[in-house]
């Protein structure tokens, strides 16, 4: 499990954990994302993800939060 906390100013704003379900083929991994944000009202997204692993913890960091982005638009 993955887990990320985001603060501002030593104030937690959110938390991330993602969790890897299954394998794919191909270095391709099935992940499941829980975010839970602080800042404002809290909110709860849960969605799943597909990450290859060749891109790193960071490519698979940047993937959820970019989907993250989305979803709170």
């Known amino acids: 499990m993955l887990s990320i906390e ?3 100013n030593g104030k937690l ?3 991330v954990y993602v969790t890897n379900l299954h394998p794919m083929g191909d270095g391709k991994y099935f992940y ?3 975010y839970i944000q602080f ?3 809290q909110k709860k ?3 799943e993800v597909i ?3 060749e ?3 960071e490519g698979l960091s940047l993937l959820v939060y970019q989907k993250i982005n989305e979803m709170l638009k």
């Open 6 to 8: 985001t603060k501002i």
């Open 45 to 47: 997204i849960n969605f």
């Open 51 to 53: 990450h290859d692993r």
């Open 13 to 15: 704003t959110g938390r």
């Open 39 to 41: 800042d404002r009202k």
């Open 55 to 57: 891109n790193g913890m």
């Open 32 to 34: 499941h994302v829980e």
